[in-house]
């Protein structure tokens, strides 16, 4: 009998590949929290994926950023309550 998945914490952090990402998404570094204002989209034929970020204290502070189309991102996603998008 195999044991169920433990639920994971609303606040928990999602581990996603780059081109997952929506806007609203936030994440954070050693510089602060990020969020997402744009789809990401490829460069370097696929191996590249870029968005544009502002900081959530700071919404004039805007930057492109880049990940390996590989490698996973910790981001928050928030639901559709908290963005105002009841449908």
């Known amino acids: 009998m195999?044991?169920?998945r433990p639920e994971k914490a609303p606040d928990d952090p999602l581990r996603i590949l780059p081109?997952?990402?929506r806007a609203g998404d936030r994440l954070a570094d050693e510089t602060g929290e990020w969020e997402i204002i744009n789809r990401p989209h490829t460069a370097a034929g696929g191996r590249l994926v870029q968005a544009r970020v502002r900081r959530v204290d700071q919404p004039t502070a805007i930057e492109f950023r880049s990940w390996s189309a590989?490698?996973?991102i910790s981001v928050k996603r928030a639901s559709a309550e908290e963005k105002g998008d009841l449908r």
């Open 70 to 72: 590989h490698e996973r």
């Open 19 to 21: 081109m997952e990402l």
């Open 2 to 4: 195999t044991n169920p």
